[in-house]
């Protein structure tokens, strides 16, 4: 997972990821590659905020929703 974070700062978004114990990678939107993480998850191009996906390695989404995707990602852990 990836958080990207519409704050203002890096050290806004780190300090709201570490807030709610996030240990995935943090991306400013402005630094977002949209051709790489919003287009083939949002052909709208408008990313929903929050937005919960699970990618695979291979780019393959394997969950979409908080809840889903929390479990899949916990679910791989074990």
Known sequence: MVHISLDGS?????????????????????????G?????????GGIPMPSYILVDREGKEVARGKAAALAAAKKDEA
């Open 10 to 34: 890096e050290d806004m978004a780190t300090a709201w990821a570490k807030q709610f114990n996030q240990p995935w990678p943090t991306i400013l939107r402005e630094d977002l590659d949209t």
């Open 36 to 44: 790489q993480f919003v287009s083939p998850f949002f052909p709208g």
